[in-house]
């Protein structure tokens, strides 16, 4: 497919302006028929450790990164992970600032920009996504996507669908069950059917722990059943009313000094009416005498002072009748005493106050009746596990048989690229694991096994495939599902370790398919495979007496000759195997 004409993204002022504002534009690039790529545009990295500045356009095609060991190869992959998402800090800013710029502008498809929006709420501009991240060294970290800020979240679960990187690791991830039902369920569109099963066993295992906690409450539940009713017993007896406590202390303080306020009453009394210079006496002969006087408000005034005698006599007659109720009976002051200290020894036993003894009644009556419906909530807890198994049970046998379909497709396709991968006798199969109990994996425990060699029998592929073997494995499942994948981005970080030359080519082969209609970026050792790139980028590190810098170059014409033919050995002889190698690619 001819390579397009690139649009790049204008690069902002360097180093950071701190303006907090992206200033990149958002091109198009299509082709004559007017169809557009999906694809990376471009990405650029600034200030990422020691890559002081570096712009990829790889585009639509299968786009290699060649350079030395140790060259920096990896920090360009480390740049797309951070653009995407991934976890940041401070040690990956470079000496040149206060912050690391990263930024990556694809084109998608018209469904897939709807995905992206589905996800992270922010919409295509003319197809395409600018997605771009900021690491400060304070930590206060930014995100944008198409201009619009937004969290490093939503930066990821964009990424999620316009990024699919395929690392080092792989073949190690490869290897787990967890991964490899995961890219059956994809291939077979079973994602709503294994989430569907896996909420299912999740509630198969909430309901049998707290089936387990009631039974292992069987043991200690009669026991405390029995001292709460004990408990409530103490209250019954007692039959505690708010307020009443502070009414029994009244009580027993009065009659406690009884004759002390009897005397206080005779006083009274006798101080208001019964004395010769009482009060009533003497504000009588007031009132009287003012009552006869020329003087309106003179006579206001005695009929207060009339009105006043009458409130004393009532006084006394109220003091006097009080002091006749007042009787220092034993028997009700012993009853009173009884009564207030069985408050108080309820009180200490529950709280320390009259309103936490009224809130635990409370809190024994709630347990009691708890206790008392155990039997019953044991019943229907049981009832619901058994109809939750059941529908684990169906859920998951479903779903097993959906992936063994699904797998025979999946299996086909991988078969047919590792033909092509040079290994035409190795089978993928799907073997279940017979003492593998339920999991939140399936019903059925699942793994898949390979087997390389005929007359071998196959093993899981931690145990069988070797490190070639396993990177053309994961080569062809990556194939098999990328049109499951649709991402605009595929990278691959040396896929070809471990294989030879001839292999070397099958694989660059295998790249370039992958790459059509999309970007793959694959960082490779192998000229094989460099030279079916339809477009090259070199990593080199310079180092000076105070720097260490990487500088990444696009290769063209004779640069990108010159270079294969280093990673063939150099000489003339590689140069040219080099050119054949390009020529053969490009035929």
Same mark, same amino acid.
């Given at each position: 497919?001819? /390579?397009?004409?690139?649009?790049?993204?204008?690069?902002?002022?360097?180093?950071?302006?701190?303006?907090?504002?992206?200033?990149?534009? !958002?091109?198009?690039?299509?082709?004559?028929?007017?169809?557009?790529?999906?694809?990376?545009?471009?990405? !650029?990295?600034?200030?990422?450790?020691?890559?002081?500045?570096?712009?990829?356009?790889?585009?639509?095609?299968?786009?290699?990164?060649?350079?030395?060991?140790?060259?920096? /190869?990896?920090?360009?992959?480390?740049?797309?992970?951070?653009?995407?998402?991934?976890?940041?800090?401070?040690?990956?800013?470079?000496?040149?600032?206060?912050?690391?710029?990263?930024?990556?502008? &694809?084109?998608?498809?018209?469904?897939?920009?709807?995905?992206?929006?589905?996800?992270?709420?922010?919409?295509?501009?003319?197809?395409? &996504?600018?997605?771009?991240?900021?690491?400060?060294?304070?930590?206060?970290?930014?995100?944008?996507?198409?201009?619009?800020?937004?969290?490093?979240?939503?930066?990821?679960?964009?990424?999620?669908?316009?990024?699919?990187?395929?690392?080092?690791?792989?073949?190690?991830?490869?290897?787990?069950?967890?991964?490899?039902?995961?890219?059956?369920?994809?291939?077979?569109g079973l994602g709503a059917q294994a989430t569907a099963y896996t909420e299912v066993h999740r509630r198969v295992l909430d309901l049998e722990s707290t089936a387990r906690a009631l039974s292992e409450g069987d043991r200690g539940s009669a026991r405390e059943l029995e001292f709460l009713r004990f408990q409530r017993q103490e209250f019954a007896e007692l039959g505690p009313k708010p307020g009443e406590l502070s009414e029994l202390e009244a009580r027993h303080q009065l009659l406690s000094q009884a004759e002390a306020w009897r005397t206080l009453c005779a006083e009274a009394t006798a101080a208001l009416c019964d004395d010769d210079r009482s009060a009533t006496r003497i504000t009588g002969r007031f009132a009287r005498r003012l009552a006869d006087a020329p003087s309106a408000s003179l006579r206001e005034a005695g009929a207060q002072l009339t009105a006043a005698v009458e409130m004393l006599?009532?006084?006394?007659?109220?003091?006097?009748?009080?002091?006749?109720?007042?009787?220092?009976?034993?028997?009700?002051?012993?009853?009173?005493?009884?009564?207030?200290?069985?408050?108080?020894?309820? !009180?200490?036993?529950?709280?320390?106050?009259?309103?936490?003894? &009224?809130?635990?009644?409370?809190?024994?009556?709630?347990?009691?009746?708890?206790?008392?419906?155990?039997?019953?909530?044991?019943?229907?807890?049981?009832?619901?596990?058994?109809?939750?198994?059941?529908?684990?049970?169906?859920?998951?046998?479903?779903?097993?048989?959906?992936?063994?379909?699904?797998?025979?497709?999946?299996?086909?396709?991988?078969?047919?690229?590792?033909?092509?991968?040079?290994?035409?006798?190795?089978?993928?199969?799907?073997?279940?694991?017979?003492?593998?109990?339920?999991?939140?994996?399936?019903?059925?425990?699942?793994?898949?096994?390979?087997?390389?060699?005929?007359?071998?029998?196959?093993?899981?592929?931690?145990?069988?495939?070797?490190?070639?073997?396993?990177?053309?494995?994961?080569?062809?499942?990556?194939?098999?599902?990328?049109?499951?994948?649709?991402?605009?981005?595929?990278?691959?970080?040396?896929?070809?370790?471990?294989?030879?030359?001839?292999?070397?080519?099958?694989?660059?082969? /295998?790249?370039?398919?992958?790459?059509?209609?999309?970007?793959?970026?694959?960082?490779?050792?192998?000229?094989?495979?460099?030279?079916?790139?339809?477009?090259?980028?070199?990593?080199?590190?310079?180092?000076?007496?105070?720097?260490?810098?990487?500088?990444?170059?696009?290769?063209?014409?004779?640069?990108?000759?010159?270079? !294969?033919?280093?990673?063939?050995?150099?000489?003339?002889?590689?140069?040219?195997?080099?050119?054949?190698?390009?020529?053969?690619?490009?035929?």
């Amino acid at each position: 497919m001819p /390579k397009q004409a690139s649009q790049p993204l204008r690069q902002p002022p360097h180093p950071d302006t701190g303006s907090g504002q992206p200033s990149y534009t !958002i091109g198009t690039r299509r082709t004559a028929s007017g169809a557009t790529f999906a694809m990376l545009r471009e990405l !650029i990295i600034t200030n990422l450790l020691i890559v002081d500045r570096a712009s990829l356009n790889p585009g639509e095609g299968l786009a290699v990164i060649s350079g030395e060991t140790g060259a920096g /190869k990896s920090l360009l992959l480390d740049a797309l992970e951070l653009v995407a998402g991934g976890r940041a800090s401070a040690d990956v800013i470079g000496p040149a600032s206060d912050t690391c710029e990263l930024a990556a502008d &694809f084109s998608v498809s018209t469904a897939r920009a709807v995905q992206v929006r589905e996800r992270c709420g922010v919409a295509d501009s003319d197809g395409a &996504f600018i997605i771009r991240r900021r690491i400060r060294r304070d930590g206060r970290g930014q995100a944008w996507i198409n201009d619009i800020p937004v969290t490093v979240t939503a930066l990821r679960a964009a990424s999620s669908e316009l990024v699919e990187i395929h690392a080092q690791d792989q073949a190690r991830r490869l290897a787990d069950p967890a991964q490899q039902l995961a890219a059956i369920d994809s291939h077979g569109g079973l994602g709503a059917q294994a989430t569907a099963y896996t909420e299912v066993h999740r509630r198969v295992l909430d309901l049998e722990s707290t089936a387990r906690a009631l039974s292992e409450g069987d043991r200690g539940s009669a026991r405390e059943l029995e001292f709460l009713r004990f408990q409530r017993q103490e209250f019954a007896e007692l039959g505690p009313k708010p307020g009443e406590l502070s009414e029994l202390e009244a009580r027993h303080q009065l009659l406690s000094q009884a004759e002390a306020w009897r005397t206080l009453c005779a006083e009274a009394t006798a101080a208001l009416c019964d004395d010769d210079r009482s009060a009533t006496r003497i504000t009588g002969r007031f009132a009287r005498r003012l009552a006869d006087a020329p003087s309106a408000s003179l006579r206001e005034a005695g009929a207060q002072l009339t009105a006043a005698v009458e409130m004393l006599q009532a006084a006394s007659a109220a003091c006097a009748s009080a002091a006749d109720g007042i009787t220092a009976d034993p028997t009700e002051l012993a009853t009173l005493s009884e009564r207030i200290d069985a408050y108080n020894s309820l !009180i200490r036993k529950h709280g320390g106050n009259e309103q936490a003894l &009224f809130v635990a009644l409370a809190d024994i009556d709630r347990r009691i009746a708890e206790l008392d419906g155990l039997d019953g909530r044991r019943a229907t807890i049981d009832a619901e596990l058994a109809t939750a198994k059941q529908q684990r049970e169906r859920s998951g046998r479903a779903l097993a048989s959906a992936r063994r379909e699904a797998f025979q497709r999946l299996a086909t396709e991988v078969h047919r690229h590792l033909v092509d991968l040079g290994m035409p006798k190795a089978r993928i199969e799907l073997h279940d694991n017979p003492t593998a109990g339920p999991s939140s994996l399936g019903l059925i425990g699942m793994e898949l096994h390979v087997k390389t060699n005929p007359g071998m029998p196959a093993g899981p592929l931690r145990d069988v495939a070797s490190g070639g073997e396993t990177s053309r494995l994961m080569l062809a499942l990556a194939a098999s599902l990328a049109e499951d994948s649709g991402a605009p981005l595929l990278v691959f970080d040396e896929v070809d370790a471990g294989v030879g030359g001839r292999l070397g080519a099958a694989i660059g082969g /295998k790249l370039a398919q992958l790459a059509r209609g999309r970007t793959v970026l694959a960082v490779t050792h192998t000229p094989q495979v460099a030279a079916r790139a339809q477009t090259h980028f070199m990593v080199k590190k310079r180092q000076g007496r105070q720097q260490t810098t990487v500088e990444v170059t696009s290769l063209t014409g004779e640069a990108r000759l010159s270079e !294969i033919a280093e990673m063939l050995g150099g000489g003339p002889a590689a140069r040219a195997q080099a050119k054949s190698l390009c020529a053969g690619a490009s035929a």
